[in-house]
């Protein structure tokens, strides 16, 4: 069925870096853009970036810009977001998020299950 | 950055009755605004795009208004699974913004 499947949890220290996966399936990987939004314990949504896995073409919030890199392997339909320079208030839930299409693929109609991110020394 | 404001925040209510949630931009955001459904350890659910288009497999309880800067989402008569939690969300602008979310919990 069409679904995106993300890795496990992690927990880091402050300072480290961690590379979070989405596999999508049930669908043409390459179609859709693929969005990154975390939400820290009990609160909001917050919007990092995106990426177009056609083109590997990518869009971010600038709080994010220098410190997340988003990629892509088509061969696998998975998206990686890796976050660089962890803090304390990066511990949060990351999702991923599909586009939806028509249109310009900013609104998200299929969900990540979340990855859950611990920041802690 | 366009902030989005719910509210209420919490609402206490009873299966069977009429939701009305708001949301508040702090410019136009036109007709871009999405409203998404999430429970206790799961990612968001779709339910309006586009201000008051239903995504597809939405009951027809659901529906959505507005345009410019006041929204409202409009549960026409609660079930028991729509017990959750409320996020609106604009596409207009950059960076894309959530709602802090409105809490529809049982009386």
């Known amino acids: 069925q069409v679904q995106l499947v993300q890795s496990g949890a992690e927990v880091k220290e402050p300072g480290a870096s961690v590379k979070v996966s989405c596999k999508a399936s049930?669908?043409?990987?390459?179609?859709?853009?693929m969005h990154w939004v975390r939400q820290a314990p009990g609160q909001g949504f917050e919007w990092m970036g995106r990426?177009?896995?056609?083109?590997?073409?990518?869009n971010f919030a600038q709080k994010f810009q220098g410190r997340v890199t988003l990629t892509r392997d088509t061969s696998m339909s998975t998206a990686y977001m890796e976050l660089s320079s962890l803090k304390t208030d990066d511990t949060a839930v990351y999702y991923c998020?599909?586009?939806?299409?028509?249109?310009?693929?900013?609104?998200?109609?299929?969900w990540g299950q979340g990855a859950m991110v611990t920041v802690s020394s | 950055e366009i902030v989005l404001t719910q509210s209420p925040a919490t609402l206490s209510l009873s299966p069977g009755e009429r939701v009305t949630l708001s949301c508040r931009a702090s410019?136009?955001?036109?007709?871009?605004l999405a409203w998404y459904q999430q429970k206790p350890g799961q990612g968001p659910r779709l339910l309006i795009y586009?201000?008051?288009k239903r995504a597809t497999g939405i009951p027809a309880r659901f529906s959505g208004s507005g345009s410019g800067t006041d929204f409202t989402l409009t549960i026409s008569s609660l079930e028991p699974e729509d017990f959750a939690v409320y996020y609106c969300?604009?596409?207009?602008?950059?960076?894309?913004?959530f709602g802090g979310g409105t809490k529809v919990e049982i009386k």
């Open positions: 969300q604009q596409r207009s602008n950059w960076p894309l913004t």
């Open positions: 049930g669908y043409t990987f390459t179609d859709f853009w």
């Open positions: 410019q136009s955001v036109s007709s871009y």
């Open positions: 586009d201000a008051s």
């Open positions: 998020a599909r586009g939806i299409t028509p249109g310009d693929g900013n609104t998200f109609d299929l």
């Open positions: 990426i177009n896995p056609n083109s590997g073409g990518t």
